[in-house]
């Protein structure tokens, strides 16, 4: 009996391999998909913040030329004359609060968060679209517009035109004030700070990058001098000088020619202070100018032949109907004697302890290393002259330093100061612009003599037991004050800590 045999289908194992493969597949496929979606994407992000940076770069050289142009001018920045920014008609600076000039679309002020320092601020508007004129002070050759370069395009590089355009905000601050704020007409208005803000650009690209940081201003100067002689001896000779006040000094009106520490002898046979309105008009030839009388500089003007009551402060009235003394002292001279002439006078009781710390702001113990690093060392100062200006310092001890015959010193814009250790000596008519400090060191005696017709406008400091010999005339002009404090050369700036950012709108 033939037998049936039946054959059993093999498994069809191909088609479960085959879909495998097909889900292997579409993942790669995904996964490929995904990597080069997230590559481009990288790249892309990669491309924005490699223009980022390079803007970003823009507005950092920007924020740094912007310092350097206004510490360069620091000097006009509060002044209210000649190229001032706060000059009347050409204001430079004009309050936040106001609207924004025509042509200017960025308001640098929208920098400052806060409403209530920002409404008495100022912006400044000097330039083209308000932006700061850097160009003023650039080196020739430089440019606000550079080029950033990957490579050149032929090799697959890139290159992109990048700008910048930097604005400035200031606060003026009221240091009358316990907590010193921002004021547009401060009572004591010489401390302030300023904030730039720099928008850089690639002008090819849609990449820009904005920052800001302020900076305070410090001077190297501690202050203004009250007086026009100031004096640390027990008893200073004033020979024969003529002395025009500080028409203000106390505060209260009340004028101040000489501040000293001890006797202040006002006996010499020509020696006369007297008020600065009557010593501009007592004037001989040549006649001072409109301008020189705005100034407060005269060549031939003098005290002499004015009388109590008529100009005449202190000094020799022999001449003068009813008053025969030829050493009236009055309350400009401020020291410490019998006052014999007038009983009602009072002592100077805070005179300095240290009259260098009174003045640059450090102590006397440090006056060598402050002078080495801040100041130019002289040893002839007859190489001063008109274009001189800033610190100077005269390091012969016990020698003489002989400023030049018939030449000015310094200048009204850019005065002197000169620190001796030496005696001063001057000869001529020409003026000195500026304040003349005679150290200890130099020794006694007459440490600041200046004959002929020679005038200093300005100040003069004396440490020691110095005293003044021959006809020296000694005017206080606040100009020539204020623009040494003001000087560039005698003020830095400093970056305000945490006021740096990079997230500034300045649109409004």
């Known amino acids: 009996m033939n037998s ?13 391999t085959l879909l495998i493969a097909m889900l292997m597949l579409g993942i790669l496929t995904v996964v490929t998909i995904f990597a080069t979606v997230s590559g481009v994407n990288e790249q892309r992000t990669s491309g924005n913040e490699y223009r980022y940076k390079l803007a970003f770069q823009a507005s950092e050289a920007g924020l740094n030329q912007a310092i350097e142009f206004l510490k360069v001018n620091t000097r006009q920045m509060l002044s209210s004359t000649g190229t001032g920014w706060f000059a009347a008609g050409s204001e430079r600076w004009i309050p ?11 308001d640098p002020c929208l920098a400052e968060p806060n409403l209530a320092r920002r409404s008495n601020m100022y912006r400044y508007v000097g330039g083209t679209g308000g932006a700061l004129p850097l160009s003023e002070v650039l080196p020739a050759g430089a440019s606000q517009t550079f080029t ?9 590089g890139a290159q992109f035109a990048t700008t910048y355009r930097t604005y400035a905000t200031l606060c003026r601050l009221d240091m009358s004030l316990v907590t010193p704020v921002c004021a547009l007409a401060p009572v004591q208005g010489s401390a302030f700070y300023v904030t730039a803000i720099s928008v850089g650009a690639l002008t090819d690209e849609s990449s820009t990058a904005t920052v800001k940081q302020s900076y305070g201003t410090f001077r190297l100067l501690g202050g203004q001098p009250a007086a026009p002689l100031i004096a640390a ?3 200073i000779g004033l020979g024969n000088a003529q002395i025009i006040p500080n ?29 600065l309105g009557e010593w501009l008009a007592n004037d001989g030839t040549p006649t001072p100018s ?43 001279v401020l020291d410490v004697d019998a006052h014999t002439s007038n009983a009602g006078l009072r002592d100077s ?13 450090v102590p006397s113990s440090a006056a060598d290393a402050y002078l080495t690093q801040n100041a130019t060392a002289i040893t002839d100062c007859s190489t001063l002259n008109a274009s001189s200006s800033g610190l100077y310092w005269y390091t012969t001890v016990g020698g003489t330093c002989s400023l030049p015959n018939s030449t000015t010193v310094g200048s009204l814009e850019n005065p002197v100061v000169l620190v001796s250790n030496g005696r001063i000596d001057k000869q001529g008519n020409d003026p000195i612009f500026g304040l003349l400090y005679a150290r200890s060191v130099a020794g006694t005696g007459e440490l600041l003599k200046i004959t002929g017709g020679s005038k200093v406008y300005g100040s003069v400091v004396l440490e020691g037991a ?36 990079d997230d500034v709108e300045l649109v409004p």
Not at 349 to 361: E, M, N, S, T, V
């Open 290 to 332: 409109a301008q020189n009388l705005l100034d407060g500089v005269c060549e031939s003007c003098t005290c002499n032949g004015l009388c109590p009551g008529y100009g005449l402060l202190s000094g020799n009235a022999s001449s003068c109907q009813g008053s025969p003394a030829n050493n009236l002292e009055g309350e400009d």
């Open 96 to 106: 936040c609060a106001s609207g924004l000039p025509a042509g200017m679309t960025v």
């Open 466 to 501: 110095a005293s003044m010999g021959g006809s020296p005339t000694i005017v206080y002009n606040k100009t020539v004050l204020e623009n040494i404090f003001n000087s560039p050369k005698f003020t830095r700036y400093g970056p305000i800590p945490g006021s740096w950012s």
């Open 349 to 361: 009781k805070y005179f300095p302890d240290d009259l260098f710390a009174y003045i640059f702001g």
């Open 247 to 275: 028409p203000d000094a106390a505060g209260f009106g009340v004028p101040i020619s000489v501040w000293a520490k001890g006797n202040a002898d006002v006996s010499g046979a020509s020696f006369a202070t007297c008020q």
């Open 233 to 235: 001896g027990t008893a």
């Open 4 to 16: 049936i045999r039946t054959n059993t289908p093999r498994n069809q194992q191909g088609v479960s």
């Open 148 to 156: 950033s370069t990957g490579g050149t395009v032929a090799n697959g």
